[in-house]
Each structure stands twice: as C-alpha cells, then as structure tokens.
C-alpha cells in the first residue's frame, strides 16, 4: 500500500513562486513515472508535468519555460517548481506516481494520487 503526501501549496501574488513537494511511503520496490495535475473548480484535472525515472520531462504548454519538475529518488519524492506563477494557475494540485510494487502476490504497476494542495495566485 502506497500513500502519498502533498506540501507546498498556499497563497501567492502573481509573479511570485512556489515550490510544491509529494513524497511517497509505503510498500515501494520502484518509482516509474511520476507527475502533477491540476483542477480547478468545475474544471477537469489535467496534466501539468512528468518525469520519468530516467528525469525525462515533460510540460504542458501553458507551464513551459515557468515551472519545473524534479525528483529525488533516494526520498521517493517528486517537486514541482512554480515561478512566475499567474492567476490562471489557481486549482488544486495533484502529484501522481507510478510505482512498481508486489500486491496479493505479483508484481503489479499501479499510480497513486497525492491528497491535492491548494495553489491560489491573487492580487
């Protein structure tokens, strides 16, 4: 069983930045890929950023060349770096992993979702 535990998240004038964290516990033999979402309210979730276990990444359009991601694998953590943060990246934010794990007997490579982190950017 795997849990995921988001931090970071808060309130932020535009322009200013975040640095949102998710690590993960539990029964853990590998992490593939892991990302973060976003939602906003009446909104649906959609995909921010990924990396790969081998730090490949990549951004949706509307983040590029403002956010980063990262991982240290050694903590089973993956960061989602925010600068330059607008308005329009107010939502909840979701980290996501793909771990590799040995569930009821097999080996089984199964995502878990992070609780979300409330990013708000407000003047």
């Known amino acids: 069983q795997v849990q995921l535990v988001e931090s970071g998240g808060g309130l932020v004038q535009p322009g200013g930045s975040l640095r949102l964290s998710c690590a993960a516990s539990?029964?853990?033999?590998?992490?593939?890929?892991m990302g973060w979402y976003h939602q906003a309210p009446g909104k649906q979730r959609e995909l921010v950023a990924t990396?790969?276990?081998?730090?490949?990444?990549n951004y949706a359009n509307s983040v590029k060349g403002r956010f980063t991601i990262s991982r240290d694998n050694a903590k089973n953590t993956v960061y989602l770096q925010m600068n330059s943060l607008k308005p329009e990246d107010t939502a909840v934010y979701y980290c996501?992993?793909?771990?590799?794990?040995?569930?009821?007997?097999?080996?089984?490579?199964?995502?878990?979702w992070g609780q979300g982190t409330q990013v708000t950017v407000s003047s």
């Open positions: 539990g029964s853990i033999s590998g992490i593939n890929g």
């Open positions: 996501n992993v793909d771990v590799v794990t040995l569930y009821r007997g097999r080996w089984v490579s199964a995502n878990y």
């Open positions: 990396i790969t276990s081998g730090g490949t990444t």
